[in-house]
């Protein structure tokens, strides 16, 4: 079948009412997760993970991709009305946003925004829809030679693109990868780091790991800080941008939706990272860069489009080669897994009505966004009326619920709560919990890969050189591997001129 | 200590922890890898990453200004917060299965809301019976979710 036919049979899937149903709920909720801020997209998904036990698969994925797009629309919300970024990804928005705000153009901010997120959304579907199977077909010639080298490069990038230094994200991705380890060995059956706790033959669970280091470790942070809340009302006719502004924002919703879904294949902080790298191109294309940071309409329109394509984009290497390139594709992975289906080159043609329906809800819920965001904006920022006091002993308990439910046991509350004091610690000192999240998850694929690939060649290494893809990617890995050495090791011009200083 | 500091002590330690027990698995040829190879290779890359931070974050101790060092008296004035919520949380853990859901909920967002959110006694209690009574009829009734019964028998 063509695309065009399975994208109506997509279709058929996600027009029932009950997935409609669901693309509204996580369209809803990704939106009041994304406006409220301490509350991020991750946060978002783990917390409805138990609500989707009940259903089926497809109506479980649709809804929790509705949660992760919604939300990058619901963080521009209060980044332009408040100066607060409901999510990390309109960090870059409040420059500009906040600016048109106080200018009295707030309305047209907020309308550019919901604007370019669905641009940059709706292309970012047709992209994902037409990659994700070729991508897949492409991928099941993959051995584990190419499976090994594919996370290899995958985590390099993930050093070189995260949001901190190189060498601050690889020692969490080792950790991720040890933590990984725990459990009964696939291959020969040995017990590894289980200390005869029977709860942990099967590995340490993926859920509580996932949910207490960035759901507890974001709500244990975020019971420390005190946000000083100025809301500016919008009326719905201030909505409308001026002839000027719709103009000088098309240009920069397409570019932005452009750079946004290219970033958004590459692992690490995607939709943040796509969105300051749109502001910055923006800046530099600009006749009068000295303007932006003062309310100018390309400062919301480009990096509003391009974390919208990014979350598109980041759907295709979870999709289909099983790897997640960032923490939300990560929960929406554990969720697929614990409801029997594998994310892999295998996924398309195994669970057709899945990825079509999947496909099909997210041009239903970027339309249904466009409805939620601009009309009851008001209602969203309501929501910031409920004191986080009342609100947090909540998020706790659905959190520990969560857990629960999935295999009623308590030894997992325990793991869900160590795993969120460690994801408060790691936050205090600066460094970033995705990359062990996503190293846990993927690592015992690379292992396992690695020893099959040295079983297969009788102990040779000379395996990852014998394909072209294998031997173009472990090139590359070198390369970016040796970059990154010696980016972080080289003297800084400051260093430099410090040890002439004393020299002198 | 700075903050590269403590993070270089969570890799030592996690590191010394995985080489420990690592050694004690079959390390088995080049031809068939045995389950210690991997989890030793990463406890060796952690160990030196941990040493490699130890190092840089003493001397950038040395180098760096005050506002660049952890802040641990700030940390400590904000510790209180997260340790409450941490130690409740830990009890309701322990609690759960012999008091249930129902009843362990509600004294656990009482306390959360009395102690840390610091609501008056009334609004706490009437905050923790609403949300108590609500969330268990919405998980176990709704979502028909396994809740442990514990003191009650439903």
Request: with cysteine; hydrophobic share 50%; proline share 5%.
């Given at each position: 079948?063509?695309?065009?036919?399975?994208?109506?049979?997509?279709?058929?899937?996600?027009?029932?009412?009950?997935?409609?149903?669901?693309?509204?709920?996580?369209?809803?909720?990704?939106?009041?997760?994304?406006?409220?801020?301490?509350?991020?997209?991750?946060?978002?998904?783990?917390?409805?993970?138990?609500?989707?036990?009940?259903?089926?698969?497809?109506?479980?994925?649709?809804?929790?991709?509705?949660?992760?797009?919604?939300?990058?629309?619901?963080?521009?919300?209060?980044?332009?009305?408040?100066?607060?970024?409901?999510?990390?990804?309109?960090?870059?928005?409040?420059?500009?946003?906040?600016?048109?705000?106080?200018?009295?153009?707030?309305?047209?901010?907020?309308?550019?925004?919901?604007?370019?997120?669905?641009?940059g959304?709706?292309?970012?579907?047709?992209?994902?829809?037409?990659?994700?199977p070729?991508?897949?077909?492409?991928?099941?010639?993959?051995?584990?030679?190419?499976?090994?080298?594919?996370?290899?490069?995958?985590?390099?990038?993930?050093?070189?693109?995260?949001?901190?230094?190189?060498?601050?994200?690889?020692?969490?991705?080792?950790?991720?990868?040890?933590?990984?380890?725990?459990?009964m060995?696939?291959?020969?059956?040995s017990?590894?780091?289980?200390?005869?706790?029977?709860?942990?033959?099967?590995?340490?669970?993926?859920?509580?790991?996932?949910?207490?280091?960035?759901?507890?470790?974001?709500?244990?942070?975020?019971?420390?800080?005190?946000?000083?809340?100025?809301?500016?009302?919008?009326?719905?006719?201030?909505?409308?941008?001026?002839?000027?502004?719709?103009?000088?924002?098309?240009?920069?919703?397409?570019?932005?939706?452009?750079?946004?879904?290219?970033?958004?294949?590459?692992?690490?902080?995607?939709?943040?990272?796509?969105?300051?790298?749109?502001?910055?191109?923006?800046?530099?294309?600009?006749?009068?860069?000295?303007?932006?940071?003062?309310?100018?309409?390309?400062?919301?329109?480009?990096?509003?489009?391009?974390?919208?394509a990014?979350?598109?984009?980041?759907?295709?290497?979870?999709?289909?080669?099983?790897i997640?390139?960032?923490?939300?594709?990560?929960?929406?992975?554990?969720?697929?897994?614990?409801?029997?289906?594998?994310?892999?080159?295998?996924?398309?043609?195994?669970?057709?009505?899945?990825?079509?329906?999947?496909?099909?809800?997210?041009?239903?819920?970027?339309?249904?966004?466009?409805?939620?965001?601009?009309?009851?904006?008001?209602?969203?920022?309501?929501?910031?009326?409920i004191?986080?006091?009342?609100?947090?002993?909540?998020?706790?308990?659905?959190?520990?619920?969560?857990?629960?439910?999935?295999?009623?046991?308590?030894?997992?509350?325990?793991?869900?709560?160590s795993?969120g004091?460690?994801?408060?610690?790691?936050?205090?000192?600066?460094?970033?919990?995705?990359?062990?999240?996503?190293?846990?998850?993927?690592?015992?694929?690379?292992?396992?890969?690695?020893?099959?690939?040295?079983?297969?060649?009788?102990?040779?290494?000379?395996?990852?050189w014998?394909?072209?893809?294998?031997?173009?990617?472990?090139?590359?890995?070198?390369?970016?591997?040796?970059?990154?050495?010696?980016?972080?090791?080289?003297?800084?011009?400051?260093?430099?001129?410090?040890?002439?200083?004393?020299?002198? | 200590?700075?903050?590269?500091?403590?993070?270089s002590?969570?890799?030592?330690?996690?590191?010394?922890?995985?080489?420990?027990?690592?050694?004690?698995?079959?390390?088995?040829?080049?031809?068939?890898?045995?389950?210690?190879?991997?989890?030793?290779?990463?406890?060796?890359?952690?160990?030196?990453?941990?040493?490699?931070?130890?190092?840089?974050?003493?001397?950038?101790?040395?180098?760096?200004?005050?506002?660049?060092?952890?802040?641990?008296?700030?940390?400590v004035?904000?510790?209180?917060?997260?340790?409450?919520?941490?130690?409740?949380?830990?009890?309701?853990?322990l609690?759960?299965?012999?008091?249930?859901?129902?009843?362990?909920?509600?004294?656990?967002?009482?306390?959360?809301?009395?102690?840390?959110?610091?609501?008056?006694?009334?609004?706490?209690?009437?905050?923790?019976?609403v949300?108590?009574?609500?969330?268990?009829?919405?998980?176990?009734?709704?979502?028909?979710?396994?809740?442990?019964?514990?003191?009650?028998?439903?």
């Open positions: 079948m063509d695309v065009f036919g399975n994208l109506a049979s997509g279709f058929q899937t996600a027009l029932t009412l009950q997935n409609v149903y669901l693309c509204f709920i996580g369209c809803l909720w990704g939106t009041m997760v994304g406006v409220l801020p301490g509350i991020g997209p991750l946060a978002g998904i783990t917390l409805l993970i138990p609500v989707t036990f009940g259903l089926d698969a497809t109506g479980a994925i649709i809804m929790l991709a509705g949660i992760y797009y919604g939300a990058m629309y619901g963080g521009s919300t209060t980044s332009i009305l408040m100066n607060v970024p409901g999510e990390s990804a309109s960090v870059v928005t409040c420059l500009d946003g906040y600016q048109m705000t106080l200018k009295g153009r707030g309305g047209a901010a907020l309308f550019i925004a919901a604007w370019g997120s669905w641009v959304g709706t292309l970012s579907i047709v992209g994902l829809m037409v990659l994700a070729t991508l897949a077909n492409f991928a099941m010639k993959f051995g584990p030679p190419e499976m090994f080298s594919v996370l290899l490069i995958a985590f390099i990038l993930l050093g070189s693109l995260g949001s901190g230094s190189f060498f601050r994200t690889m020692p969490m991705v080792f950790l991720g990868l040890l933590i990984g380890t725990i459990g060995d696939p291959l020969t059956g017990l590894r780091f289980t200390h005869n706790v029977t709860d942990l033959y099967d590995g340490i669970g993926l859920l509580p790991v996932a949910m207490g280091a960035m759901g507890i470790g974001e709500i244990l942070i975020a019971t420390e800080e005190s946000l000083l809340r100025v809301i500016h009302k919008v009326k719905l006719r201030e909505l409308w941008p001026t002839r000027d502004e719709l103009r000088a924002s098309w240009a920069p919703i397409f570019r932005g939706s452009g750079i946004g879904f290219v970033i958004g294949l590459l692992p690490g902080s995607a939709h943040i990272l796509s969105s300051f790298v749109s502001y910055m191109a923006e800046k530099r294309l600009a006749k009068r860069p000295e303007e932006f940071g003062r309310g100018r309409i390309e400062g919301v329109a480009g990096p509003e489009s391009a974390n919208n990014a979350t598109g984009s980041a759907m295709i290497p979870f999709l289909s080669l099983g997640p390139t960032g923490p939300a594709p990560a929960v929406m992975m554990i969720a697929l897994l614990i409801h029997g289906i594998t994310p892999g080159p295998l996924f398309i043609s195994k669970h057709p009505d899945v990825f079509w329906g999947l496909i099909a809800s997210m041009y239903i819920g970027n339309v249904m966004l466009i409805v939620l965001n601009l009309p009851l904006v008001g209602i969203f920022i309501s929501l910031l009326r004191p986080f006091r009342i609100l947090f002993p909540v998020i706790l308990l659905i959190c520990l619920v969560g857990t629960y439910s999935v295999n009623t046991s308590t030894f997992e509350l325990g793991v869900l709560l795993f004091v460690l994801g408060y610690f790691i936050r205090k000192i600066k460094y970033d919990m995705a990359p062990l999240i996503l190293a846990t998850i993927i690592g015992p694929t690379m292992e396992l890969s690695l020893r099959q690939s040295l079983m297969r060649s009788d102990g040779s290494f000379s395996i990852f014998e394909s072209p893809i294998t031997m173009t990617l472990i090139a590359v890995s070198i390369l970016l591997l040796v970059w990154n050495v010696y980016r972080g090791l080289r003297p800084t011009k400051a260093s430099w001129e410090k040890a002439l200083e004393e020299g002198k | 200590m700075t903050k590269d500091r403590a993070a002590l969570l890799f030592l330690l996690t590191g010394f922890y995985g080489f420990f027990f690592s050694v004690q698995l079959p390390m088995g040829r080049w031809n068939e890898p045995g389950p210690g190879v991997f989890p030793i290779t990463l406890s060796g890359l952690l160990l030196l990453s941990g040493a490699a931070w130890f190092i840089r974050g003493k001397r950038r101790a040395g180098e760096t200004a005050e506002g660049e060092k952890a802040g641990w008296y700030a940390i004035r904000n510790f209180s917060t997260p340790i409450k919520i941490v130690v409740l949380t830990a009890l309701l853990i609690a759960f299965n012999r008091v249930g859901y129902l009843v362990g909920s509600s004294l656990y967002l009482f306390a959360l809301l009395f102690w840390v959110s610091r609501y008056r006694l009334i609004y706490s209690i009437g905050i923790a019976v949300i108590g009574v609500g969330s268990w009829y919405f998980f176990a009734k709704v979502l028909a979710v396994q809740l442990p019964a514990g003191l009650l028998s439903f």
